[in-house]
């Protein structure tokens, strides 16, 4: 089974980082496009930002534009989210996705068409 494996995430204060990792140890994901998406209790899960398969093309939601950079290192089979600046509001699940529609497809925002997805790491910002 396809596994992408989050981690990083952890407690925080308000103007705080964080780097996230996802991991694909089951398979390259070196052609695809992934992404980062949160989602907080009660709320639907949300896009935050989404990287193309060489790193070239990037796409961030308007919350956290300026703040969070999303990368990549094919030869690690690592996709990365540095969060800076971070306010309670990002306070969510994290979740890696990826998806097969395009490997430069970066504004794919809906999570109904990302194929993989992983388990999730918890990032908590307190104020």
């Known amino acids: 089974q396809v596994q992408l494996v989050e981690s990083g995430g952890g407690l925080v204060q308000a103007g705080g980082s964080l780097r996230l990792s996802c991991a694909t140890p089951?398979?390259?994901?070196?052609?695809?496009?992934m992404a980062w998406f949160r989602q907080a209790p009660g709320k639907e899960r949300e896009f935050v930002a989404a990287?193309?398969?060489?790193?070239?093309?990037?796409n961030y939601a308007d919350s956290v534009k300026g703040r969070f950079t999303i990368s990549r290192d094919n030869a690690k089979n690592t996709v990365y989210l540095q969060m800076n600046s971070l306010k309670p509001e990002d306070t969510a699940v994290y979740y890696c996705?990826?998806?097969?529609?395009?490997?430069?497809?970066?504004?794919?925002?809906?999570?109904?068409?990302?194929?993989?997805w992983g388990q999730g790491t918890q990032v908590t910002v307190s104020s």
């Open positions: 990287i193309s398969w060489s790193g070239g093309s990037t």
């Open positions: 996705a990826a998806h097969t529609h395009g490997g430069g497809l970066v504004r794919v925002t809906l999570p109904v068409l990302y194929d993989y």
């Open positions: 089951g398979r390259t994901f070196s052609s695809n496009a």
